[in-house]
């Protein structure tokens, strides 16, 4: 199962909180989606990467554009 985090915005920049208000993964993003089965997508530099509920980046290329995760993927 995968944790509840909600998107925060602090000096421009996002992260996520988890329900008891604890920052989980700290502001430093410029967009952030709502995660979908434990990822979400997230711009930092102006790029796209991918990101796991722990605040992993999953990919070591940072991309102009990233689909919608959907069944799994």
Same mark, same amino acid.
């Given at each position: #199962? ?7 915005r ?5 992260? %996520?909180? /988890?329900?008891?208000?604890?920052? *989980? *993964?700290?502001?430093q993003?410029?967009?952030?989606? /709502? ?8 711009k930092i %530099? /102006?790029r *796209?990467?991918l990101? /796991?509920?722990l605040?992993?980046? #999953? ?11 959907h069944?799994?993927?």
């Amino acid at each position: #199962m995968f944790p509840n985090l909600f998107k925060i915005r602090e000096r421009g920049k996002y992260g %996520f909180i /988890d329900a008891d208000g604890e920052v *989980i *993964i700290e502001p430093q993003y410029q967009q952030v989606e /709502d995660f979908h089965n434990g990822f979400t997508r997230v711009k930092i %530099f /102006d790029r *796209i990467v991918l990101m /796991d509920s722990l605040g992993r980046l #999953m990919l070591k290329t940072l991309y102009n554009y990233v689909g919608q995760m959907h069944e799994g993927l």
